[in-house]
């Protein structure tokens, strides 16, 4: 156990709706990062909170939001869901400290059907 | 923009012997951190080893060892003793430090499979 929780890990669900994914970072880590890990896609980064606000973004789709709250969990919501939106989306946390590597969770595999 | 390259998509080691992967990254800052992870059949992401680039001495963590080379932007990872539970997708990856962002770049990864 890393530490990071994210659930569910697993979720079906057709094109069109709308998910919520959700991670509970490590105790006392304050940043939180998500990441999409599809198959031609590598990992790539979507988006990272630091104590409730909003870091920095990468290659999130607008359809895509994210948001931490006050107890530092993070929650991931993906709208009008197209096929290629299926994949693994991680969370990750990490302390802010220099040499951190980040902690991941074990993931939410996504299927759109 | 920095990026991060593994050109092996694909290796494969004998159990017991070495095993080298390659990494290669482009950045302009000086300051940053390298990372390799390990990702298993179960999918979960594993820290494996971490390089600070204002050292010189090459990290290691048991059977596992870098070789850093800053001027040539290259950050190898090198498996010893290699076991069947090695056998995984190896990432590198890239951080700056996190008064500059800090977000993670990943290579493509290495698919490394371990003959037993």
């Known amino acids: 156990d890393s530490g990071v929780t994210q659930t569910p890990k697993h979720l079906i669900t057709a094109t069109g709706q709308r998910v919520t994914l959700r991670c509970s970072p490590r105790?006392?880590?304050?940043?939180v990062y998500w990441y999409q890990q599809s198959l031609d896609q590598g990992l790539q980064f979507l988006i990272q909170?630091?104590?409730?606000?909003?870091?920095a973004k990468g290659n999130i789709l607008e359809r895509f939001s994210a948001q931490q709250f006050p107890d530092l969990h993070s929650e991931l919501n993906l709208s009008s869901l197209e096929l290629g939106d299926s994949a693994l989306y991680f969370c990750?946390?990490?302390?802010?400290?220099?040499?951190?590597?980040?902690?991941f969770g074990s993931g939410t595999r996504l299927t759109v059907v | 923009a920095q990026t991060v390259t593994q050109s092996q998509p694909e290796m494969s080691v004998q159990e017991a012997e070495t095993v080298t992967l390659s990494c290669t990254y482009d950045?302009?800052?000086?300051?940053?951190?390298l990372f390799w992870y390990k990702q298993p059949p179960s999918r979960q992401m594993i820290l494996v080893i971490r390089?600070?680039?204002?050292?010189?001495q090459n990290a290691t963590e048991n059977r596992f060892s870098v070789n850093f080379q800053k001027a040539a932007k290259s950050f190898s990872l090198k498996i010893s003793d290699s076991q069947l539970g090695d056998a995984a997708m190896y990432f590198c990856?890239?951080?700056?430090?996190?008064?500059?962002?800090?977000?993670?770049?990943f290579g493509q990864g290495t698919e490394l499979s371990v003959k037993p």
């Open positions: 990750a946390s990490s302390t802010g400290q220099a040499d951190d590597g980040y902690t």
């Open positions: 390089q600070e680039a204002y050292k010189q």
């Open positions: 909170y630091y104590n409730g606000e909003e870091r």
């Open positions: 990856a890239y951080r700056s430090p996190y008064n500059q962002g800090g977000k993670l770049i």
């Open positions: 105790s006392g880590d304050l940043s």
């Open positions: 950045t302009s800052e000086s300051d940053y951190y």
